[in-house]
T-cell receptor, first 113, second 113 residues
């Protein structure tokens, strides 16, 4: 299996622009997670889905952030409009019910200038 | 509030030394605890998982212990090697109905050849 695939790996954008991060989970996994990692706050869970349905979005920082999972093999995290404080590494991860192991993608490195 | 803390934040040791990384959590009603490794520019890789009913898990040179009553876990690395250099994170899962993980801030380990 190719693992969790994220794109883009790196993005530099100007403040105010829309940013869309993409994730393809491992085939057959029914849980998908979006995490954000910064030096100051470490790894924070933003939102997670089970069977394509958002279960807990309490970690989404504000209305500028939105996430969708239109099908079992694709999810997006959108920031609109982006701000410099959104600069971070955004990780997508997936797991399978009954299996405690969670698999992470290699992250999308976002810089907002 | 459920918090996970790791000390030290950074550690540098000579090759061959045995070392211990510490993780503490505020709420002892955990479902399981995982140790992850993160290499620079990469995602997280699961190393060991300890269920709440277990006291320890071993994989090669790694041994993780869990003491729920005191809210602590340790990761022991025997005969450290330069290839062990990475950031090590512990993550706690609360409740069996969710795969939500709360991460510690990590320990950056450097093993000097």
């Amino acid at each position: 299996d190719a693992g969790v695939i994220q794109s883009p790996r790196h993005e530099v954008t100007e403040m105010g622009q829309e940013v869309t991060l993409r994730c393809k989970p491992i085939s057959g996994h029914d849980y998908l997670f979006w995490y954000r990692q910064t030096m100051m706050r470490g790894l924070e869970l933003l939102i997670y889905f089970n069977n394509n349905v958002p279960i807990d979005d309490s970690g989404m920082p504000e209305d500028r952030f939105s996430a969708k999972m239109p099908n079992a093999s694709f999810s997006t995290l959108k920031i609109q409009p982006s701000e410099p404080r959104d600069s971070a590494v955004y990780f997508c991860a997936s797991s399978l019910s009954g299996d405690n192991t969670i698999y992470f993608g290699e992250g999308s490195w976002l810089t907002v200038v | 509030k459920q918090e996970v803390t790791q000390i030290p934040a950074a550690l540098s040791v000579p090759e061959g030394e045995n070392l211990v990384l510490n993780c503490s959590f505020t709420d002892s009603a955990i479902y399981n605890l995982q140790w992850f490794r993160q290499d620079p520019g990469k995602g997280l890789t699961s190393l060991l998982l300890i269920q709440s009913s277990q006291r320890e898990q071993t994989s090669g040179r790694l041994n993780a212990s869990l003491d729920k009553s005191s809210g602590r876990s340790t990761l022991y690395i025997a005969a450290s090697q330069p290839g062990d250099s990475a950031t090590y994170l512990c993550a706690v899962r609360y409740g069996g109905a969710t795969n939500k993980l709360i991460f510690g801030t990590g320990t950056l380990l450097a093993v000097q050849p």
